[in-house]
């Protein structure tokens, strides 16, 4: 919606309407946090004026009490995602962010939710500026303190580990020495290649000064491996989807590690051979991701692979329980019915390479 002419946005929303179901349609609003006052509330009117199921909104800042009440009020199931990037407000001001500071944030979660704000997601990175493992786990720290402070409400930390790639053209991919980062992959043929490695350390395009490529892989997927345990103690996820969650991350990090040794043998029949030997393993979990389901941390069971990633927003715990148990005793579960999206955004899914 970025700064769009508002008789585009009135056309579009005018498009919406005429959807057939447009009611079982979740909106992202990609871009919202770039908007002028006048541009953002002439937009809550058009949402108000469509009879979509939910709808989340980016935000950079955090949103000032009136818009956080029009944004209820134009819609009862409304998401928002802050990226605040680290618990650290110096790391997190050295990654582009740092607008706000921890004490800030938790009075305005009280306001949001007060406000009638559905949901607020709160993404934490690893792989930014003078990031070590000890300030990862500072900001696993600070995610169970407001999975505590804000226990039976939707207040969701999440982290997200930035691999396999830097972003070509972002900041740091264009100017790595100058903020600590190593980029190994700078032409689409060098990521080409570099995608055709087994091992998804390889396959990183860049490590920093503070966390190196196995580093980044191992220190992701313990932070979030402890952030469901958080979770499920908190009463956030229920134990038993989350003890499945992590049982399969536990499976992920142990093989990769085993396919990292075998891809970084440097005699390359050698290396074919080792490979071809974890063959069959390494189809096993390709096919358990691709063909049983996926699963990530906002919807940690088993759905469709190809839907997004907020078909799933409003899940509750006890929906989450109830498809772990049929899971549990060998029927699929079901992806969530009536579930269709606008708008797009990748998450850090959970990778067995």
């Known amino acids: 919606m970025a700064r769009k002419p508002l008789d585009e946005i009135a056309f579009e929303f005018d ?20 908007e002028n ?36 009020d134009s819609n009862r199931r409304t998401t928002i995602t802050l990226s605040p990037e680290s618990h650290d407000l110096r790391i997190s001001k050295l990654a582009g962010r740092g607008v706000y500071t921890n004490e800030e944030l938790e009075a305005w979660l009280d306001r949001a939710l007060e406000a009638g704000i559905s949901q607020i997601d709160i993404w934490y990175f690893i792989g930014m500026p003078e990031q070590d493992e000890k300030s990862v786990m500072g900001t696993l ?14 207040v969701n930390p999440m982290l997200c580990p930035m691999i396999p790639f830097l972003d070509p053209a972002s900041t740091f991919f264009e100017y790595p020495d100058k903020h600590g980062y190593t980029v190994f ?14 091992s998804i350390i390889n396959r990183t395009n860049y490590e920093t000064r503070w966390l190196n490529r196995k580093g980044l892989v191992e220190v992701g997927y313990t932070a979030i491996r402890r952030l469901m345990e958080m979770k499920a103690e908190s009463g956030s996820l229920p134990h038993a989807v989350v003890e499945g969650y992590n049982d399969k991350l536990d499976d992920a990090l142990k093989f990769i590690m085993e396919v990292h040794d ?19 393993e390494i189809v096993k979990r390709n096919n358990s991701v691709l063909f049983s389901g ?12 190809g839907g ?14 109830a498809a772990s148990k049929i899971a ?26």
């Open 15 to 34: 498009s919406m309407k005429k959807v057939e179901g447009v009611d079982q349609y979740y909106f992202y609003s990609v871009g919202s946090y770039n």
């Open 37 to 72: 006052r006048k541009g953002m509330e002439y937009f809550l009117d058009r949402v108000a004026d469509t009879p979509l199921k939910s709808i989340s909104y980016e935000q950079y800042h955090l949103t000032p009490d009136d818009i956080l009440k029009r944004m209820a």
């Open 141 to 154: 720290e600070y995610c169970e303190r407001l999975l505590q402070r804000f226990k039976g409400k939707r």
């Open 185 to 198: 992959y700078r032409t689409v043929e060098e990521h080409r290649r570099g995608m055709e490695r087994a």
């Open 262 to 280: 075998a891809d970084c043998i440097e005699e390359r029949d050698a290396r074919a051979r080792e490979l071809e030997g974890l063959g069959d």
């Open 294 to 305: 996926v699963m990530n941390q906002a919807a940690p069971i088993n759905r469709q692979i």
């Open 308 to 321: 997004r990633w907020f078909d799933e927003l409003g899940w509750d715990a006890a929906a989450l329980e």
């Open 328 to 353: 549990l005793v060998g029927v699929p579960a079901q992806k969530p019915t009536g579930s269709r999206g606008v708008g797009s955004r990748s998450m850090f899914p959970l990778q067995h390479l």
